[in-house]
T-cell receptor
Framework: DSGVTQTPKHLITATGQRVTLRCSPRSGDLSVYWYQQSLDQGLQFLIQYYNGEERAKGNILERFSAQQFPDLHSELNLSSLELGDSALYFC??????????????FGPGTRLTVL | AQSVTQLGSHVSVSEGALVLLRCNYSSSVPPYLFWYVQYPNQGLQLLLKYTSAATLVKGINGFEAEFKKSETSFHLTKPSAHMSDAAEYFCAVSDRAASGNTPLVFGKGTRLSVIA
C-alpha cells in the first residue's frame, strides 16, 4: 500500500459525458501528479500540482482539467469523453524535499471505460 | 526532451534464470533513474532508484540495476527469476537539472514472463 488513494476504482460511462477522478496523496506529500496509461500511448504524464498550484503540464487535452484543494487532495475532470479516453488513470504523490529525489508513490489507479 | 527506450516489449525467462531488462535514456545531464513494477490490475511500485550515490543500485525483491554513463543505460537484473516476478516493468527518468520534483518520463514497458 503506497498510501495514495484513488476513487473510484472503476468507472464506466458514455461518450460525451463528464467524470471526476479523485486522488488523496500520502500524508505530508505536497506534489500530486496525474498520469494516463493506455495500450497505444503507454504511460503519459498529464499534469502536476504542488501545494495547490499547477506546476507542470504534459500531454493533457483541453477537455481535461485538474485542481488541487487546500487539503491537498486532487481531482481530474474529464469532459466530452471519447472512446479513446478509455484508459487507466494514475495519481502519484511526492514530497518536495532536499535534493529533489523525486520518488513518486502511485495510487492503484482508476480504470475508465467509455462506451 | 528526455526520453527512455526499453528494448524488448516482452521478455520470457525460465524460473531460476537470469533476468535482464534493458533501459537506455537520452539526456545530456545524467537524470534521476527509476525502475517501477506493475503487477496485473495494480498500480506502480518502485523497485529501485538511481540518484548518483552509487552506480550499482540494489532494490527490492532481489533486483538491482547498474548506471553506466558511457552507455546511457540503466539495465535491470535479477540473478534468479521467480514465478512471482512476472509483471510489467517500467524504466523512468526525471530531470536532475531542474529544481524541485519533476514529472517522470516512462519507457513503454517490458512484460516479463517466467516459465516454470
Amino acid at each position: 500500500d503506497s498510501g495514495v488513494t484513488q476513487t473510484p476504482k472503476h468507472l464506466i460511462t458514455a461518450t460525451g459525458q463528464r467524470v471526476t477522478l479523485r486522488c488523496s496523496p500520502r500524508s505530508g506529500d505536497l506534489s500530486v501528479y496525474w498520469y494516463q496509461q493506455s495500450l497505444d500511448q503507454g504511460l503519459q504524464f498529464l499534469i502536476q500540482y504542488y501545494n495547490g498550484e499547477e506546476r507542470a503540464k504534459g500531454n493533457i487535452l483541453e477537455r481535461f482539467s485538474a485542481q488541487q484543494f487546500p487539503d491537498l487532495h486532487s481531482e481530474l475532470n474529464l469532459s466530452s469523453l471519447e472512446l479513446g479516453d478509455s484508459a487507466l488513470y494514475f495519481c502519484a504523490s511526492s514530497v518536495l524535499g532536499q535534493g529533489a529525489l523525486n520518488e513518486q508513490f502511485f495510487g492503484p489507479g482508476t480504470r475508465l471505460t467509455v462506451l | 526532451a528526455q526520453s527512455v527506450t526499453q528494448l524488448g516489449s516482452h521478455v520470457s525467462v525460465s524460473e531460476g534464470a537470469l533476468v535482464l531488462l534493458r533501459c537506455n535514456y537520452s539526456s545530456s545531464v545524467p537524470p534521476y533513474l527509476f525502475w517501477y513494477v506493475q503487477y496485473p490490475n495494480q498500480g506502480l511500485q518502485l523497485l529501485l532508484k538511481y540518484t548518483s550515490a552509487a552506480t550499482l543500485v540494489k532494490g527490492i525483491n532481489g533486483f538491482e540495476a547498474e548506471f553506466k554513463k558511457s552507455e546511457t543505460s540503466f539495465h535491470l537484473t535479477k540473478p534468479s527469476a521467480h514465478m512471482s516476478d512476472a509483471a510489467e516493468y517500467f524504466c523512468a527518468v526525471s530531470d536532475r537539472a531542474a529544481s524541485g520534483n519533476t514529472p517522470l518520463v516512462f519507457g513503454k514497458g517490458t512484460r516479463l514472463s517466467v516459465i516454470a
